[in-house]
């Protein structure tokens, strides 16, 4: 076998790599718990009629057949229900409306849940744009009705989760917030009707600039010059406190542009400043250009973009949806973000931001003086272990030099060489000062910055 | 929509059920952390040449397409190398001999890893048996060599890791081990050369009885009735102590049956015999019928019963691999074992042996007296966990019966009341007992028993 290659859009890290990516996990699971998230999993597969319910994804699925399925037979097998066609989650939104439905009669509403796991997609891959990657989501699901305080809490919780990890080096974040109901009531007080077309094309502002999306609106939906140009005006709008919102109502007076979704919006958007700006100061503000691709979003929508590395793209996103589950006698709303692990830790290893003490759990390698007497140092490594410490054994009895070579290869601080009787004592060597100790396995501790490998900035 | 319907074959929890899985996996990942193996994750999908290396697993696997892909491209693509046909990993073997492979400059030899990841196959579901599935998966590889001790130490560590799911009601478990050279050297020493055959033969023992298995040992492999019953014989022994050795031993020198293979493999056995009695006393038995299917495996073999529920089958396998990974110029013997997670916790559920005394993570419901004072209830959230309490905030300002069962329908254990001012300060209530006391935010502290969710024997 040849020595295989890496697969584009399939990312796979190094042992040190895969440190730093769990802790990220570790600390995002510690605080989606602490604020009552349950976690669920999904299986990876949705029957294909499921995941395409939403046309423009469809290119990006993956469809799976068994290898002995006969291609004819899948190719026309269509939308049977005895053996519906398969595709991989591109999401873990879908998946987890289908998990409610299904079990909504075992489940207690609102129901709030975390969901970390891997996703895939067809696309051409990019920097930050994997074919396979794993995504964290926090959501909360109501029975018919959810208050809109879960839309201040949601982004308020991930705020809290990214700020867990700044400790590591993870730069500062930035959670952009809007409302679509300002959006949408804004451009029907103007008198714009397609607000779908409309939030299309503002959804276009950084890639292709103010004067083509102000063209797009005239050609797509019908606006006015003075229409686009208060749709531009209102895209132009951001800030982190709440003069944002009387800038918004200045300039809804000046164009009369009155709508009662205006003044629901900008009751919720004003709602949710003025509580990141006690919970989370500085790290949420108010973009009135956030609009966000996916027409499923009824009131708030947020993006996230780590601060200094905004061409990135967003890192965890989201927003609020009234009808993404229904079984037609039940309706259940949401709200929820998504992070994107994968993008995040790929750029935290890519550009040396994070890294670890060591590439292997184990504070102590336990030498073998010879074969015979292994026996004895399994036995202290045991005791170790017993309380909490992670060793591992010498691979063969070379002599000691070689086996502190191997210590140091991993990064594993101490030594430890078992006594060669009652006499002559155990003794542990940090080889990082060459100080060299008396120690008994029963009670010897490491420093606690020791024991397990530590995830730092760089 | 109509209401989902499961996927046989593709497992999901509830809520519950989800916390008793990760606490598993919590556990074992901590046990292999604490013998030094460093966790690494694969990409899900290799690419099919590899996944077909070995023939007799090529109809479990699953194939993926775009869903935009041309089909007939995808069907004449073949191996071509710029697009290779893609599949679904069916085990954690496969990927890990080519991440060694591919990755050998980066990784220190030997080469200790865990890894915990679903894998999927296109099998008929059964009780136990599962096309989406989580293994749990510890290897230790080296360059070119790999001592025997390894042989020893693996299947203690997943001793000692079952062992610690005892307290949570597992099972206990007895591993069954063999030696791939005693039952070789034992055939060749017989006069018997096909030694493939012998042991696909011996593998059917459990499923078609001691008759029918010698007569597939004369059809197949040309044995002579005598030659049958030999290997019948050697097969039907087993134990936990060294009079197994003594056993085998006496039957190759009544059988005649000498061959250098079988004196190799019977030391290494009786070595795994003598430390497993010190070091997991009554959990590993030798067991001479143990021939595993695949061919890689050449030293020992291991599988794993839960006690009392062995006719769920092996619910940890795994052996000695001399040749796995090897890229011409280089080969990594290793050896191994996989858990089958899903297999074990499935059991756990369905069979009601183990419950958790909660399912969500909050230990406090913080009680909203009205819809203004929100921010004060989640003032005493925050402040709570600081200190490492997980809290939820009551999603309504109901009346307090309707806010404790809330908390109590999640068994969420107290609720807590804000003080109306500063002279009414605020007051936890044990919902269980009832009790009710003064609290501060800043210093109140539930039993330990009572902080996290809870996974113990039902």
């Known amino acids: 076998m040849a020595r295989p290659t890496p697969l584009s859009g399939f990312p796979e890290w190094l042992p040190d790599g895969r440190i730093i990516e769990q802790h990220v996990l570790d600390v995002l699971r510690r605080t989606f ?85 891997k996703v895939w997609r067809g696309e051409r891959p990019q920097d ?62 103007l008198g714009l009707t397609d607000v779908d077309a409309v939030l299309r094309s503002i959804d276009k502002l950084d890639k292709i600039g103010a004067d083509a999306v102000a063209e797009l609106l005239v050609a797509e939906s019908g606006a006015s010059d003075d229409q686009a140009r208060a749709c531009l005006a209102l895209a132009a709008i951001s800030g982190s406190d709440e003069t944002v919102i009387d800038r918004v109502r200045t300039l809804a007076a000046e164009q009369e542009a009155a709508h009662e979704l205006l003044d629901e919006g900008l009751e919720e958007l004003g709602a949710l400043i003025r509580a990141a700006a006690v919970r989370a100061p500085g790290v949420v503000v108010a973009d009135l250009k956030i609009a966000r691709g996916l027409d499923y979003y009824t009131g708030s929508v947020y993006e996230t973009v780590l601060v200094g590395h905004e061409q990135l793209g967003s890192i965890c996103s989201g927003g609020r949806y009234d009808t993404l589950a229904s079984d037609g006698a039940n309706t259940y709303p949401g709200v929820g973000l998504s992070i994107g692990v994968s993008r995040l830790v790929s750029r935290l290893i890519s550009n040396g931001l994070v890294t670890t003490t060591r590439s292997v759990p184990s504070a102590v390698l336990v030498a073998v003086s010879n074969e015979d007497d292994r026996g004895r140092s399994d036995a202290v490594a045991a005791a170790l272990r017993a309380r909490g410490i992670p060793v591992e054994v010498a691979p063969s009895a070379a002599r000691f030099g070689k086996q502190i070579r191997h210590a140091d290869r991993r990064g594993i601080p101490f030594v430890w060489f078992v006594g060669e009787d009652e006499q002559a004592g155990d003794q542990v060597k940090d080889i990082r000062s060459g100080e060299q100790v008396e120690a008994d396995a029963v009670t010897w501790t490491p420093d606690a910055s020791d024991l397990w490998p530590r995830v730092v900035p760089a």
Chains 1, 2 share one sequence.
């Open 128 to 189: 930050g744009r994997f074919r396979e990657f794993v995504q964290a989501d926090i959501d909360v699901v109501g029975a018919g009705t959810l208050p809109y305080h879960y839309e201040v809490e949601l982004p308020l919780v991930m705020a809290e989760a990214l700020g867990a990890l700044r400790d590591i080096g993870v730069p500062p974040v930035r959670i952009l917030v809007n409302n679509r109901k300002v959006a949408e009531g804004f451009y029907r007080g």
């Open 33 to 117: 718990e602490l604020h009552g998230f349950v976690g669920i999993e999904t299986r990876a597969v949705e029957p294909l009629d499921q995941l395409l319910r939403k046309g423009e994804t469809s290119k990006e699925v993956y469809v799976l057949r068994r290898l002995q399925e006969d291609p004819d037979e899948a190719a026309t097998r269509g939308h049977r229900e005895a053996e519906r066609g398969l595709g991989l989650h591109f999401d873990l939104t879908v998946p987890f409306a289908r998990y409610v439905l299904e079990n909504a009669g075992h489940l207690a509403f609102p129901f709030r849940r975390y969901q970390i796991q």
